[in-house]
């Protein structure tokens, strides 16, 4: 975490979870797993993330049980603490200072890899009532370790501890204080490559386990015996979990198909449970290695994003390229995976060297009713092959289905993409541009709209620009106007008519980034160039405002209100300045906000809006500004008094879902918490006709707990009866009012005797005011809808 006065720098979601090995709890209940500056505690049976234990101020290196206590864990950071959690509470129980950063962590004695010396160190916590505490007994116990955790491992209860490195493994046994070192040739006499991996110690026996470069897993005993085990055929690209009989060799399980490669394997206390750290940032929870029953999914960032960062309109949610052909919906606020689409289409084959297509590029219009993905592929000494997809969103399924593919758009590479809402507001147009020299136009023609096949999109204008290629484009905020760069000239197009309407030269250096000003700064357009300059043009004297000398490496806009945020790459670090286009004075300038350089980033809007009275952070009111490191980790930006509002929401009650099988407990049922508004929030939402038997129907009356059930079911049927009077008593009403109309010679309207009614309602129908005609006409029309849900949630 990173501080600037009021605002902070920090991990708001999608950060690794399958960096360190998982930690299952003994009860096999939760699973405990390191992500970012923080430690996740999972339920095992919902996937849902029921605790997160913050407090570390870098990256947590380590997780590990208590041994003397099953409901506290310890956890160890790069930021030299290691920490005690009540994990069940979400409560930080003490802190150990160490000086040094904390990279490992084994056992009751805290064995800790320092990342200065990279050596083992016995690290003795000190039994005290204080909560900060400094731990000053420092033993070293191997020097010259390797880093990674997996190389690294105690046997036998504890009584040794085992590191590999190359192609030594080094054996520490702390009764004897002693070590015993193990060197293996570079190549066998089968020319496999002998190199250490990994190892693994077993509980109650003198053995360990070592994997090696070669594919090969190969059992070591202490007295020398090296037994060749097994060979890999498949290696980890296979995804296959293969468990083996320990001395019964020919004997083994496997379970193939768990989508990407396997990085680290946990198993239960009881043995119950198998837990399978994935590269594409997924723990999968297997039962007995023969049956998956749940899976853990956090932000798919792999070797790299090729699309921009993008938040679908309608869910919220941040969009981008995740596992091989698909596109990941990911929760900001829930830090949870929502779902992938399937762009491609194809099955991925897992092939080193054989060129998949990938999706690259993808945009949304302002409603979210449009989605606009390219994808390509290149085969070795071919032309690429580029497809661009139009996804239409279906509100029944809520989600996009495909509505129509373009193949071959361009002749070259896209190098931009972006939408604009029309000036009637119900059609929306696209916009590509490509290496090969043209923007394209995309559009829906009305006449193609027919009851047998749907719209399709087909294109509209083709532009150039003296044969220069296009770089990048954006629409103005109400789409009257569209600027298209071309290497270092910027035009401006009226996409109505598609006339060319004026240029904006630069210095002998291309455009890289364009944006449009909003709001009160709607007449200013913002470009970065190569020559490190950033330009603000003023489009009503076609003339440039202002510029000043900035490596901006990333330019963009916040859409609700009239700030840009330019992340810029200063010594080995990225600095951040947000401003308005109409003064070059920046609003906020934050510096050092990570190492590297930031490519991608996106302004999400707040579902509540923040009140930041500081001046400095008042940015941050209406959007929040989420980027990705050069680590592919997720940051924003946030304020001391939304984190501790955060902190103090994370310190939830603890629901225990294991509750004794009692006859209140199957009355009830076994239900997922959830809130009471939640409920009222569903059935009040719209007032839409649901076919019986319906799913929502269900969900009501079996994801309800009983208490809040019993109140709900009394309010409907006073609420129903209560409306089935009303819609008699204003079809009465309608009925005298017509017969007024009728009998315009009577000088006495005749009133219809009401029908008897319930004791309850009868005070209701003394206080029933007067309809006015368009009420009752509204009730006529609401008469006509299906009401037999509600008999339904009576009768299930």
């Known amino acids: 975490?990173?501080?600037?006065?009021?605002?902070?720098?920090?991990?708001?979601?999608?950060?690794?979870?399958?960096?360190?090995?998982?930690v299952v709890t003994n009860d096999s209940r939760f699973l405990l797993c390191a992500s970012g500056e923080r430690v996740k505690v999972f339920s095992t049976s919902t996937e849902e993330c029921v605790h997160d234990l913050r407090g570390h101020t870098d990256l947590v290196t380590g997780v590990?049980?208590?041994?003397?206590?099953?409901?506290?864990?310890?956890?160890?950071?790069?930021?030299?603490?290691?920490?005690?959690?009540?994990?069940?509470?979400?409560?930080?129980?003490?802190?150990?200072?160490?000086?040094?950063?904390v990279w490992l962590m084994f056992d009751i004695v805290c064995m800790c890899v320092c990342a200065e010396l990279f050596q083992l160190v016995a690290v003795h916590l000190p039994q005290s009532g204080d909560q900060l505490v400094e731990a000053q007994e420092l033993s070293a116990v191997l020097s010259n370790v390797s880093s990674n955790p997996a190389a690294t491992g105690f046997g036998r209860g504890g009584e040794y501890i085992a590191s590999a490195k190359g192609l030594h493994l080094e054996v520490y046994f702390f009764k004897k204080q002693k070590s015993y070192r193990f060197s293996l040739k570079e190549d066998n006499k089968k020319g496999g490559k002998n190199t250490l991996m990994c190892i693994a110690c077993h509980p109650?026996?003198?053995?360990?386990?070592?994997?090696?470069?070669?594919?090969?897993?190969?059992?070591?005993?202490?007295?020398m015996y090296i037994k060749y085990i097994i060979q890999l055929e498949f290696g980890g690209l296979e995804s296959v979990l293969v468990q083996w009989r320990y001395n019964q060799e020919s004997e083994r399980d496997f379970l193939p198909r768990l989508g990407s490669a396997i990085t680290h394997i946990a198993v239960s206390p009881d043995g119950t449970l198998f837990c399978t750290s994935h590269s594409d940032n997924k723990i999968t929870i297997i039962q007995s290695c023969v049956k998956v029953s749940a899976v853990i999914q956090g932000l798919v960032n792999g070797e790299s994003v090729r699309t921009d960062l993008m938040v679908d309109p309608r869910s919220k949610s941040l969009v981008l390229n995740g596992k091989p052909g698909h596109l990941q919906f990911y929760s900001l606020q829930r830090d949870k995976l929502l779902y992938n689409l399937d762009i491609v289409q194809q099955e991925y084959i897992h092939e080193l060297g054989l060129q998949q297509f990938e999706v690259v590029k993808v945009a949304f219009d302002a409603p979210g009713n449009w989605m606009a993905t390219v994808e390509e592929r290149k085969p070795k000494a071919a032309e690429p092959e580029i497809n661009l997809k139009l996804w239409a969103f279906d509100e029944q399924t809520q989600s996009f289905v495909l509505n129509t593919t373009v193949s071959a758009p361009h002749e070259a590479q896209i190098t931009s993409m972006c939408f604009s809402q029309a000036a009637d507001g119900q059609t929306s147009m696209l916009v590509s541009a490509s290496e090969d020299g043209h923007f394209k136009a995309w559009q829906l023609p009305?006449?193609?709209?027919?009851?047998?096949?749907?719209?399709s999109w087909s294109c509209d204008f083709v532009g150039d620009y003296r044969?220069?290629?296009?770089?990048?484009?954006?629409?103005?905020?109400?789409?009257?106007?569209?600027?298209?760069?071309?290497?270092?000239?910027?035009?401006?197009?009226?996409?109505?008519?598609?006339?060319?309407?004026?240029?904006?030269?630069?210095?002998?250096?291309?455009?890289?980034?364009?944006?449009f000003g909003r709001l009160g700064c709607s007449k200013y357009l913002m470009g970065t160039t190569a020559s490190n300059l950033l330009c603000c043009w003023n489009l009503l004297t076609c003339s440039l405002e202002w510029s000043t000398s900035m490596d901006v490496s990333l330019l963009l806009s916040d859409p609700l209100t009239e700030n840009m945020a330019a992340f810029c790459c200063q010594a080995e670090s990225t600095d951040l300045f947000v401003f308005k286009p109409s003064e070059p004075r920046p609003v906020a300038s934050l510096k050092a906000v990570c190492s590297g350089k930031v490519t991608r980033a996106v302004f999400a809007p707040r579902e509540e809006m923040l009140e930041s009275c500081e001046e400095s952070s008042q940015w941050l009111n209406r959007s929040q500004l989420y980027f990705l490191t050069q680590h592919m980790d997720l940051m924003t930006f946030t304020t001391k008094a939304e984190e501790?509002?955060?902190?103090?929401?994370?310190?939830?009650?603890?629901?225990?879902?294991?509750?004794?099988?009692?006859?209140?407990?199957?009355?009830?049922?076994?239900?997922r918490k959830q809130e009471n508004q939640d409920s009222l929030t569903r059935l009040s939402a719209e007032l839409m006709p649901l076919p019986r038997g319906s799913l929502a129907i269900k969900e009501v009356g079996s994801s309800t707990p009983g208490h809040v059930l019993f109140v709900l079911l009394r309010f409907v049927t006073f609420t129903y009866q209560s409306f089935r009077y009303f819609i008699k008593h204003a079809e009465e009403e309608m009925e005298s009012e017509k017969e007024e109309e009728d009998s315009e010679g009577e000088m006495e309207s005749r009133t219809?005797?009401?029908?008897?009614?319930?004791?309850?309602?009868?005070?209701?129908?003394?206080?029933?005011?007067?309809?006015?005609?368009?009420?009752?006409?509204?009730?006529r029309r609401v008469k006509k809808l299906d009401h037999g849900w509600l008999a339904d949630l009576l009768l299930s």
């Open 467 to 515: 044969g220069l290629a296009p770089q990048c484009c954006c629409f103005s905020a109400d789409g009257s106007l569209l600027a298209v760069s071309f290497q270092e000239v910027v035009t401006v197009w009226s996409p109505a008519s598609w006339e060319l309407l004026t240029t904006l030269s630069q210095p002998p250096k291309a455009i890289r980034d364009l944006c």
């Open 446 to 455: 009305r006449s193609a709209c027919t009851e047998d096949e749907g719209p």
């Open 204 to 223: 109650k026996d003198d053995c360990i386990a070592t994997g090696h470069e070669d594919g090969k897993i190969r059992l070591c005993h202490l007295n």
């Open 644 to 671: 501790d509002r955060l902190a103090a929401s994370s310190k939830q009650l603890f629901i225990d879902d294991s509750v004794a099988m009692t006859p209140f407990y199957l009355l009830l049922g076994k239900h």
């Open 64 to 101: 590990l049980l208590r041994p003397t206590n099953h409901l506290q864990v310890y956890s160890c950071s790069v930021d030299g603490t290691v920490r005690l959690w009540d994990f069940t509470d979400g409560i930080l129980i003490k802190v150990q200072l160490d000086y040094c950063s």
């Open 1 to 22: 975490m990173v501080e600037h006065g009021d605002i902070r720098v920090v991990h708001r979601g999608g950060s690794k979870i399958n960096s360190r090995e998982p």
């Open 752 to 779: 219809p005797r009401p029908e008897p009614a319930s004791p309850g309602l009868q005070s209701a129908e003394s206080a029933a005011p007067a309809l006015t005609k368009a009420q009752l006409k509204e009730l």
